[in-house]
């Protein structure tokens, strides 16, 4: 039983998720979209929250996210509320 057996190795190709949890309302709702090459909207189909983020470099969808998040719960995004 000389034969060898070739390893196999699998790639597994993880997706990542295409919503994320929204720090507003709390429901996975968020999806990220590229308009144009260096806008990226980030907009929430539950609450609505919407806000669009510009990239500077080439940045994951995660990444950008992460970002809005942390933007968010320090209160530094300027959402179209409008005036108080
Ligand atoms: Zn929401």
Do not use: H, W
């Amino acid at each position: 039983m000389g034969r060898r057996r070739r390893r196999v190795i699998k790639v597994v190709k993880k997706a990542l998720p295409k919503v994320y949890s929204c720090p507003q309302c709390g429901t996975i709702s968020i999806k990220i979209s590229v308009k144009k090459e260096n806008i990226a909207k980030i907009a929430c189909g539950n609450c609505g929250l919407s806000y669009e983020y510009e990239l500077n470099t080439n940045k994951a969808p995660i990444d950008i996210y992460n970002d809005f998040v942390d933007k968010f719960l320090s209160g530094r995004l300027n959402l179209n509320d409008g005036k108080d």
